[in-house]
C-alpha cells in the first residue's frame, strides 16, 4: 500500500485502496505522507478514527522518524467552525433581544418543536411544576419544564468556566460535555460568521487559531463533512495541499450528499425573522412570519414521504412566501461593514436569510437532478438534496492534488468499478435506455447531475492489499437457506427460533444487527424472556457504555441497529457469533434511495440493481466485518436471510462483497462450530 501510494504521487494517478482489519493502513499512508513536500490532508467520517490517529498513530510515527527527518513533524486537527467556542456568541449568550436562537427558555422549548417566543416575552410559574412563558402576541405560548431550565442552565454556567481556560475552545476537549441546545449559543456556523477583520473579537478567535496551526502542519486531520464544505466553498477551509487521503472513503458520497442537503422548517423561519427585526422594516419582518405560518400549514397538510411530482400547491405558495420575504430582507441589509453598529448579528441574519433565500429558490426550481421529501420526525421539515454527487466529485474533488481513497470495503461483487462510480472517477453512462440497461451497478442516469454531467474520465488505478487474516479458517458464514424469504416488518417466528438455536449454542457471545428498531426490540424480549443470557439493546444506555458491558460480559448478547453496522469494534471471544437478521436493503421510504432507483427505473435501466444492491452489499460487508478483529478471533456469521444464498440476481454479488470466509447453509455445520466454541 505504501509503494502504490508513492507511485501515485510519482504518476498523478489516483489510487482506490482497500485495506482491511488489520492492515495497518493508517500508517501505510502516513509515512508516504511524510515524503510530500507541503501539507497532506487526511479525511475520515468517524471521530473514532480521527482520535486513533491523533492520539496515537501519528504521535508514534513522528518520534519514529524523527532521526530520519532531522525534526519531529507536526499535525493538528481542522474541524468546522460550529465545532469552537465563538468569543463573540459567549460575550452575548443569554441576551432574548434579537438572538437568533432566543434565551434559554427558548432554546429549551425548541426541543418541544413549539414555535419560539418573541423577544420581551415574559415568564410565570404555574402549580403543575412548569413554567408558562407567554408572549403580548395571539398563539405564542409554550411550557418550558423548570428541571429542564434549571439543568440547562447549570451547564452553561459550567461551559463559561471551562471558557476561561481552555486554550483551544475545541467542544471535543470539554468534559463533561453539554447538550447541543447549550453549544448552538456559544458556537458560530460558518455561514453566520462575520469575518475575524470585521469581529470585534477576531484575534481570539480559536476557529481562525485551529486554521492557522493547520497551515503550518505537515499532515492535517479533517472529517468528510468539511472536505465537502470546501469543496463547495471553492478550497477556502483546508490549507493547500499536494496529497488527500481519504480513510473511510465508502462514506465519502452520502457525507458529501448531507452536505449539500437542504432543508425549510418553520423555526427556522421564526428564528430568522426575530435574527433580522432590528435591520429591516417592520412589514418585512410581519413578511417573514406570515411565511413561516404558511410553511407550518403546508407541513401539517403535506404526508411525509417524497414529492414526486413537484411540490403541492400549500408547499409552493409557502416557499413563494419565504422566497421573497428573504429577497427583500436581504436588499434592506446589504453589505455588512466593519464599522456597522453591530457587524456579528448583522452577519447572522445575512447568513440565515441567504440560506432561506437559497433554498425556496432551489425547492421552487424543481430540477431534475435534485429530490424533495417532506418530513415529520424529528421535526416538521421541507427537504431537499442532490440524486447524485458523482458530477459534483468528479469536477471538486481531484483538481490540482492526488487522492488516496481507502476503506475496508470499496470492492463491491468483486470489483471496484461500483465504488469509483459514485466518487465520480467514472464518467456517467449515456442516459439512453440500451445503455442504462446494460450499465454497470451504481450508475445514475445523466439527467442525476446538475449540469455540465459530462466529464472526462480521471485517471486512477486500484489495489485490494488484502488482510492478515486467515477468514476461511478463523471464521464461518452461514446462510440459513431453509428460512422462508422475510415479509413482514419486525423478526418473523422462524427468525427467532433460528436465533435462539445459535445464540444458546455458543452460550451468548453475540452480536445482533437488525434492521428495525422493531426486530431488535422483538429479539431482545424473546432472548430475555427464553434464556438467561444478559441483552443488552441499543437505546437503553449509551453505545459506548453498551459495548464496554458486552466485552466484560461473556454470556452476554448485545442487540441494535444500524449504528452498531459499523465502528464496533470487540475483538476476542467477547464476540464470537454475529447475527444478521435480514439483508440490509434501503427502506421503500428512504426518500434518496428511493428516487435515485426511480430514475434509473425511467430510463430502462433498473433501479434495484444500480442503487439498493450496492447499497446493501456495503452495509452488509461493514456488518460482517464485526466478527474478525484480530488474527487470533474465531466465530460465526449468522444471516437469517435465505435471499443471500437464494437470489440469482444479487445473492452471489452480496457474497462477492464479502470476507471470504468458509461457506455453508447447513445448521447443523454452524451450529456444531458454535458449540466447539463454547466449549474452548
Same mark, same amino acid.
Given at each position: 500500500?505504501?509503494?502504490?501510494?508513492?507511485?501515485?504521487?510519482?504518476?498523478?494517478?489516483?489510487? =482506490?485502496?482497500?485495506?482491511?482489519?488489520?492492515?495497518?493502513?493508517?500508517?501505510?499512508?502516513?509515512?508516504?505522507?511524510?515524503?510530500?513536500?507541503?501539507?497532506?490532508?487526511?479525511?475520515?467520517?468517524?471521530?473514532?478514527?480521527?482520535?486513533?490517529?491523533?492520539?496515537?498513530?501519528?504521535?508514534? &510515527?513522528?518520534?519514529?522518524?524523527?532521526?530520519?527527518?532531522?525534526? /519531529?513533524?507536526?499535525?493538528?486537527?481542522?474541524?468546522?467552525?460550529?465545532?469552537?467556542?465563538?468569543?463573540?456568541?459567549?460575550?452575548?449568550?443569554?441576551?432574548?433581544?434579537?438572538?437568533?436562537?432566543?434565551?434559554?427558555?427558548?432554546?429549551?422549548?425548541?426541543?418541544?418543536?413549539?414555535?419560539?417566543?418573541?423577544?420581551?416575552?415574559?415568564?410565570?410559574?404555574?402549580?403543575?411544576?412548569?413554567?408558562?412563558?407567554?408572549?403580548?402576541?395571539?398563539?405564542?405560548?409554550?411550557?418550558?419544564?423548570?428541571? /429542564?431550565?434549571?439543568?440547562?442552565?447549570?451547564?452553561?454556567?459550567?461551559?463559561?468556566?471551562?471558557?476561561?481556560?481552555?486554550?483551544?475552545?475545541?467542544?471535543?476537549?470539554?468534559?463533561?460535555?453539554?447538550?447541543? %441546545?447549550?453549544?448552538?449559543?456559544?458556537?458560530?456556523?460558518?455561514?453566520?460568521?462575520?469575518?475575524?477583520?470585521?469581529?470585534?473579537?477576531?484575534?481570539?478567535?480559536?476557529?481562525?487559531?485551529?486554521?492557522?496551526?493547520?497551515?503550518?502542519?505537515?499532515?492535517?486531520?479533517?472529517?468528510?463533512?468539511?472536505?465537502?464544505?470546501?469543496?463547495?466553498?471553492?478550497?477556502?477551509?483546508?490549507?493547500?495541499?499536494?496529497?488527500?487521503?481519504?480513510?473511510?472513503?465508502?462514506?465519502?458520497?452520502?457525507?458529501?450528499?448531507?452536505? $449539500?442537503?437542504?432543508?425549510?422548517?418553520?423555526?427556522?423561519?421564526?428564528?430568522?425573522?426575530?435574527?433580522?427585526?432590528? +435591520?429591516?422594516?417592520?412589514?418585512?419582518?410581519?413578511?417573514?412570519?406570515?411565511?413561516?405560518?404558511?410553511? #407550518? =400549514?403546508?407541513? %401539517? /397538510?403535506?404526508?411525509?414521504?417524497?414529492? !414526486?411530482?413537484?411540490?403541492?400547491?400549500?408547499?409552493?405558495? @409557502?416557499?413563494?412566501?419565504?422566497?421573497?420575504? $428573504?429577497?427583500?430582507?436581504?436588499?434592506?441589509?446589504?453589505?455588512?461593514?466593519?464599522?456597522?453598529?453591530?457587524?456579528?448579528?448583522?452577519?447572522?441574519?445575512?447568513?440565515?436569510? #441567504?440560506?432561506?433565500?437559497?433554498?425556496?429558490?432551489?425547492?421552487?426550481?424543481?430540477?431534475?437532478?435534485?429530490?424533495?421529501?417532506?418530513?415529520?420526525?424529528?421535526?416538521?421539515?421541507?427537504?431537499? @438534496?442532490?440524486?447524485?454527487?458523482?458530477?459534483?466529485?468528479?469536477?471538486?474533488?481531484?483538481?490540482?492534488?492526488?487522492? %488516496?481513497?481507502?476503506?475496508?470495503?470499496?470492492?463491491?461483487?468483486?470489483?471496484?468499478?461500483?465504488?469509483?462510480?459514485?466518487?465520480?472517477?467514472?464518467?456517467?453512462?449515456?442516459? @439512453?435506455?440500451?445503455?442504462?440497461?446494460?450499465?454497470?451497478?451504481?450508475?445514475?442516469?445523466?439527467?442525476?447531475?446538475?449540469?455540465?454531467?459530462?466529464?472526462?474520465?480521471?485517471?486512477?488505478?486500484?489495489?485490494?492489499?488484502?488482510?492478515?487474516?486467515?477468514?476461511?479458517?478463523?471464521?464461518?458464514?452461514?446462510?440459513?437457506?431453509?428460512?422462508?424469504?422475510?415479509?413482514?416488518?419486525?423478526?418473523?417466528?422462524?427468525?427467532?427460533?433460528?436465533?435462539?438455536? =445459535?445464540?444458546?449454542?455458543?452460550?451468548?457471545?453475540?452480536?445482533?444487527?437488525?434492521?428495525?428498531?422493531?426486530?431488535?426490540?422483538?429479539?431482545?424480549?424473546?432472548?430475555?424472556?427464553?434464556?438467561? +443470557?444478559?441483552?443488552?439493546? !441499543?437505546?437503553? /444506555?449509551?453505545?459506548?457504555?453498551?459495548?464496554?458491558?458486552?466485552?466484560?460480559?461473556?454470556?452476554?448478547?448485545?442487540?441494535?441497529?444500524?449504528?452498531?453496522? !459499523?465502528?464496533?469494534? %470487540?475483538?476476542?471471544?467477547?464476540?464470537?457469533?454475529?447475527?444478521?437478521?435480514?439483508?440490509?436493503?434501503?427502506?421503500?421510504?428512504?426518500?434518496?434511495?428511493?428516487?435515485?432507483?426511480?430514475?434509473?427505473?425511467?430510463?430502462?435501466?433498473?433501479?434495484?440493481?444500480?442503487?439498493?444492491?450496492?447499497?446493501?452489499?456495503?452495509?452488509?460487508?461493514?456488518?460482517?466485518?464485526?466478527?474478525?478483529?484480530?488474527?487470533?478471533?474465531?466465530?460465526?456469521?449468522?444471516?437469517?436471510?435465505?435471499? =443471500?444464498?437464494?437470489?440469482?440476481?444479487?445473492?452471489?454479488?452480496?457474497?462477492?462483497? &464479502?470476507?471470504?470466509?468458509?461457506? #455453508? #447453509?447447513?445448521?447443523?455445520?454452524? &451450529?456444531?462450530? &458454535?458449540?466447539?466454541?463454547?466449549?474452548?
Amino acid at each position: 500500500m505504501t509503494s502504490a501510494i508513492a507511485d501515485s504521487l510519482r504518476t498523478g494517478e489516483h489510487l =482506490l485502496v482497500q485495506a482491511g482489519t488489520g492492515t495497518g493502513k493508517s500508517l501505510a499512508y502516513l509515512s508516504p505522507a511524510l515524503t510530500v513536500d507541503g501539507p497532506v490532508v487526511i479525511s475520515t467520517a468517524t471521530l473514532a478514527l480521527q482520535s486513533q490517529l491523533v492520539d496515537h498513530d501519528l504521535p508514534r &510515527l513522528a518520534e519514529a522518524v524523527r532521526p530520519l527527518l532531522g525534526r /519531529e513533524p507536526t499535525f493538528a486537527v481542522l474541524k468546522g467552525r460550529h465545532h469552537y467556542l465563538c468569543v463573540a456568541k459567549l460575550e452575548h449568550a443569554g441576551d432574548a433581544e434579537d438572538e437568533p436562537q432566543g434565551g434559554l427558555f427558548d432554546v429549551v422549548a425548541d426541543r418541544s418543536n413549539r414555535r419560539g417566543l418573541e423577544p420581551g416575552g415574559r415568564a410565570a410559574a404555574t402549580s403543575d411544576g412548569t413554567v408558562t412563558a407567554a408572549d403580548t402576541g395571539p398563539a405564542k405560548t409554550k411550557t418550558v419544564w423548570i428541571g /429542564e431550565a434549571g439543568r440547562l442552565g447549570k451547564q452553561f454556567e459550567r461551559l463559561r468556566d471551562w471558557a476561561a481556560k481552555t486554550d483551544t475552545g475545541d467542544r471535543d476537549e470539554l468534559d463533561p460535555g453539554v447538550d447541543d %441546545v447549550i453549544w448552538r449559543q456559544v458556537s458560530m456556523p460558518a455561514r453566520e460568521c462575520v469575518g475575524a477583520s470585521r469581529c470585534p473579537y477576531g484575534q481570539e478567535c480559536f476557529a481562525e487559531a485551529s486554521r492557522a496551526r493547520a497551515r503550518e502542519a505537515d499532515l492535517v486531520v479533517t472529517n468528510h463533512s468539511l472536505l465537502a464544505v470546501d469543496m463547495m466553498a471553492g478550497r477556502q477551509i483546508v490549507p493547500p495541499h499536494k496529497l488527500l487521503i481519504i480513510d473511510e472513503a465508502h462514506e465519502l458520497a452520502d457525507r458529501v450528499s448531507s452536505a $449539500t442537503q437542504a432543508e425549510l422548517t418553520a423555526e427556522a423561519v421564526d428564528r430568522t425573522a426575530r435574527a433580522s427585526r432590528s +435591520f429591516i422594516e417592520p412589514e418585512d419582518h410581519a413578511s417573514l412570519q406570515e411565511a413561516a405560518d404558511a410553511l #407550518t =400549514l403546508g407541513l %401539517v /397538510e403535506t404526508p411525509p414521504g417524497r414529492l !414526486q411530482s413537484g411540490l403541492p400547491n400549500v408547499l409552493h405558495e @409557502a416557499c413563494t412566501l419565504i422566497d421573497g420575504a $428573504t429577497s427583500r430582507a436581504l436588499r434592506q441589509i446589504g453589505e455588512v461593514k466593519a464599522d456597522d453598529s453591530d457587524p456579528v448579528r448583522k452577519q447572522q441574519a445575512k447568513a440565515t436569510l #441567504t440560506e432561506l433565500n437559497t433554498t425556496a429558490q432551489r425547492l421552487l426550481a424543481a430540477a431534475d437532478y435534485d429530490v424533495a421529501w417532506v418530513e415529520h420526525e424529528p421535526r416538521r421539515a421541507l427537504v431537499v @438534496a442532490p440524486l447524485s454527487v458523482a458530477g459534483l466529485l468528479a469536477e471538486k474533488l481531484y483538481e490540482e492534488r492526488t487522492v %488516496v481513497a481507502t476503506s475496508a470495503t470499496l470492492t463491491l461483487g468483486g470489483t471496484f468499478e461500483p465504488v469509483a462510480r459514485s466518487l465520480g472517477l467514472i464518467a456517467k453512462t449515456p442516459a @439512453a435506455p440500451d445503455a442504462a440497461a446494460k450499465a454497470p451497478l451504481g450508475t445514475l442516469p445523466a439527467k442525476a447531475e446538475k449540469p455540465p454531467a459530462e466529464h472526462n474520465e480521471l485517471p486512477w488505478t486500484s489495489l485490494d492489499v488484502g488482510s492478515p487474516f486467515d477468514y476461511g479458517k478463523q471464521g464461518i458464514l452461514y446462510v440459513a437457506a431453509h428460512l422462508p424469504r422475510p415479509a413482514a416488518s419486525g423478526l418473523p417466528d422462524a427468525a427467532a427460533e433460528e436465533l435462539l438455536a =445459535l445464540i444458546d449454542a455458543l452460550g451468548g457471545r453475540t452480536l445482533g444487527l437488525f434492521s428495525s428498531r422493531r426486530a431488535a426490540q422483538q429479539a431482545a424480549e424473546l432472548v430475555r424472556m427464553k434464556t438467561d +443470557f444478559t441483552v443488552l439493546l !441499543q437505546g437503553d /444506555e449509551a453505545l459506548p457504555l453498551l459495548v464496554r458491558k458486552f466485552r466484560a460480559d461473556k454470556a452476554s448478547c448485545l442487540f441494535g441497529v444500524m449504528s452498531l453496522w !459499523q465502528g464496533v469494534d %470487540v475483538p476476542g471471544d467477547a464476540c464470537q457469533l454475529v447475527v444478521i437478521d435480514r439483508l440490509p436493503f434501503p427502506r421503500p421510504d428512504e426518500p434518496l434511495a428511493a428516487a435515485r432507483s426511480a430514475a434509473v427505473d425511467d430510463v430502462g435501466g433498473s433501479g434495484f440493481a444500480s442503487v439498493s444492491v450496492p447499497i446493501a452489499a456495503v452495509r452488509l460487508a461493514q456488518g460482517v466485518g464485526r466478527l474478525i478483529r484480530s488474527t487470533s478471533d474465531k466465530g460465526v456469521v449468522a444471516v437469517l436471510d435465505s435471499r =443471500l444464498e437464494t437470489a440469482r440476481s444479487y445473492g452471489g454479488f452480496l457474497r462477492k462483497s &464479502l470476507p471470504p470466509f468458509w461457506y #455453508t #447453509t447447513k445448521r447443523e455445520v454452524a &451450529l456444531g462450530a &458454535l458449540k466447539r466454541l463454547a466449549a474452548d
